[in-house]
């Protein structure tokens, strides 16, 4: 059966800092690859998707940016983070029927 | 711009009862339908989806959809309070494997 695997699942980082988030998918084969974000009190909003390796789509410009290094592998990133970063971030990938498999998500506040 | 909304709530429901979560949307090439339970601090869990006009049921979650009126609900039978979580509603177009998602409805199941 296909899981997703999402680290750290909290994080706190001063204003400035770089930002690494990993999500790995297994029991899957060329998955389409999702970040989320849900701010506190807000709904979610897609951030990256990818459709294949070396492949992303930004929804939302911002001082984050996403990878994807290998098949079943996705990265965000930032190199410098805003108070206004924090929040839930989700990983997901997309099943047969185009509904979304979310991870465990990283709560992450930037202080 | 594809939209879906909900209202926020909270709805609030005896024990027992049937709580009725409604959510409408935007784009009429809307073909594939969702919804998610979202526990406080956790990640979206998918417990229902349905695809064409109708009532689809599982267990105790019933799943109804309306195309022409551009609806979907989810009614949930003899509530209990582990039912308390928010309920995210998500819509794709066909071609599309982006879900848009709806910002929630919290519900709370009292004793």
């Known amino acids: 059966s296909q899981t997703i695997h999402q680290w750290p699942a909290t994080l706190v980082q001063p204003v400035g800092s770089p930002l690494s988030l990993e999500c790995t998918v297994e029991g899957t084969s060329n998955p389409n690859l999702y970040w989320y974000r849900q701010a506190a009190g807000r709904g979610l909003q897609l951030l990256f998707y990818s459709v294949g390796i070396g492949q992303i789509s930004s929804e939302v410009p911002q001082n984050l940016s996403a990878s994807r290094p290998q098949d079943r592998q996705f990265i965000l990133s930032s190199k410098k983070l805003l108070l206004s970063d924090s929040g839930f971030y989700l990983c997901?990938?997309?099943?047969?029927?185009?509904?979304?498999?979310f991870g465990q998500g990283t709560r992450l506040t930037v202080v | 711009q594809k939209e879906v909304e909900q209202n926020s709530g909270p709805l609030s429901v005896p024990e027992g009862a049937i709580a009725s979560l409604n959510c409408t949307y935007s784009d009429r090439g809307s073909q594939s339908f969702f919804w998610y339970r979202q526990y406080s601090g956790k990640s979206p869990e998918l417990i229902m989806s349905i695809y064409s006009n109708g009532d689809k049921e599982d267990g105790r979650f019933t799943a109804q959809l309306n195309k022409a009126s551009q609806y979907v609900s989810l009614l949930i039978r003899d509530s209990q309070p582990s039912d308390s979580a928010t309920y995210l509603c998500a819509v794709n177009n066909r071609g599309s494997y982006i879900p848009t998602f709806g910002r929630g409805t919290s519900l709370i199941v009292h004793p």
């Open positions: 997901a990938w997309e099943g047969m029927n185009t509904e979304a498999f």
